[in-house]
């Protein structure tokens, strides 16, 4: 029997270019091609910001401590999912409650959804699962009917459309994942996505520690090059240059890859495929 592999990355010769010039250049963490592959990131999605992580979980971890939980809240998510998807409830020291899937869609189901909110409910994290996006418009109405965020794990749907529109041109957190299983690949890594600014700001201290420099976005004295503060309990959770430039790659290739495997799922798969 032949073996199919879970999944691989397809690297080209350019993705190799642009990781070899990296390297050769005077940075290879928190550089320009950080905030360039964040940039490429927000024309892909829709979104107005983007913050690059180390990976997916981490992503979904600083997503989850934007909400502010508390111990006994409870957030509504995905049983069909990888771990992290109700992990990182766990570390923001709240309650994940498994909403179970429409049989139809693999998706979370709204109705099991509604079922399962209380009124210690602040949150639901649907999981667009094998780069089918969730029923959002209903989504974001029960959302919105009770009062809770919403986090979309969008780890398996970078490319996708909902509605004709990019899944960051909605409301709450989108979180992304470039492991070589997912529709593009930094080796490691992941981002979150939104458009809210003041989250926005939040979240680039949380991936570094709750550490800035920056005097013109959170306002606090300069008193030198060599002065920082630490205004939040964060954690290293940053993407570095090398691998931001192999995002940057390989989101030209996006459209491809995104019709590729959408053939795949048309049964136009052959055994013998490179790609």
Same mark, same amino acid.
């Given at each position: 029997?032949?073996?199919?592999?879970?999944?691989?990355?397809?690297?080209?010769?350019?993705?190799?270019?642009?990781?070899?010039?990296?390297?050769?250049?005077?940075?290879?963490?928190?550089?320009?091609?950080?905030?360039?592959?964040?940039?490429?990131?927000?024309?892909?999605?829709?979104?107005?910001?983007?913050?690059?992580?180390?990976?997916?979980?981490?992503?979904?971890?600083?997503?989850?401590?934007?909400?502010?939980?508390?111990?006994?809240?409870?957030?509504?998510?995905?049983?069909?999912?990888?771990?992290?998807?109700?992990?990182?409830?766990?570390?923001?020291?709240?309650?994940?409650?498994?909403?179970?899937?429409?049989? $139809?869609?693999?998706?979370?189901?709204?109705?099991?959804?509604?079922?399962?909110?209380?009124?210690?409910?602040?949150?639901?994290?649907?999981? $667009?699962?094998?780069?089918?996006?969730?029923?959002?418009?209903?989504?974001?109405?029960?959302?919105?009917?009770?009062?809770?965020?919403?986090?979309?794990?969008?780890?398996?749907?970078?490319?996708?459309?909902?509605?004709?529109?990019?899944?960051?041109?909605?409301?709450?957190?989108?979180?992304?994942?470039?492991?070589?299983?997912?529709?593009?690949?930094?080796?490691?890594?992941?981002?979150?996505?939104?458009?809210?600014?003041?989250?926005?700001?939040?979240?680039?201290?949380?991936?570094?520690?709750?550490?800035?420099?920056?005097?013109?976005?959170?306002?606090?004295? $300069?008193?030198?090059?060599?002065?920082?503060?630490?205004?939040?309990?964060?954690?290293?959770?940053?993407?570095?240059?090398?691998?931001?430039?192999?995002?940057?790659?390989?989101?030209?290739?996006?459209?491809?890859?995104?019709?590729?495997?959408?053939?795949?799922?048309? $049964?136009?798969?052959?055994?013998?495929?490179?790609?």
């Amino acid at each position: 029997m032949d073996y199919i592999p879970y999944g691989t990355q397809f690297i080209e010769e350019d993705d190799i270019a642009a990781v070899t010039e990296t390297m050769k250049s005077g940075y290879l963490t928190t550089g320009s091609k950080v905030l360039e592959f964040e940039k490429e990131l927000c024309k892909a999605t829709g979104a107005k910001y983007a913050v690059a992580v180390s990976n997916g979980t981490a992503a979904l971890h600083l997503s989850a401590l934007c909400l502010d939980l508390k111990k006994d809240d409870e957030v509504i998510v995905s049983p069909f999912t990888f771990a992290a998807s109700a992990n990182c409830i766990l570390y923001a020291n709240a309650k994940p409650i498994f909403a179970d899937i429409d049989y $139809n869609t693999m998706l979370i189901s709204l109705s099991e959804t509604e079922n399962k909110i209380t009124d210690k409910t602040k949150a639901i994290i649907p999981v $667009n699962y094998g780069g089918e996006v969730c029923d959002l418009d209903n989504i974001f109405r029960i959302a919105k009917k009770y009062n809770l965020a919403v986090i979309q794990d969008c780890a398996h749907s970078l490319g996708s459309m909902y509605k004709n529109k990019h899944q960051g041109v909605s409301d709450g957190l989108q979180t992304w994942s470039f492991h070589p299983v997912k529709t593009i690949t930094t080796g490691e890594g992941g981002a979150i996505t939104l458009n809210d600014e003041h989250l926005y700001k939040r979240l680039l201290k949380l991936r570094t520690h709750g550490i800035t420099r920056d005097t013109k976005i959170y306002e606090f004295e $300069n008193q030198g090059d060599w002065y920082y503060e630490m205004q939040d309990l964060g954690f290293n959770y940053r993407l570095t240059d090398i691998q931001c430039a192999l995002g940057i790659s390989q989101l030209k290739k996006l459209d491809r890859f995104a019709k590729r495997r959408a053939e795949i799922t048309e $049964n136009k798969y052959s055994i013998n495929c490179v790609e």
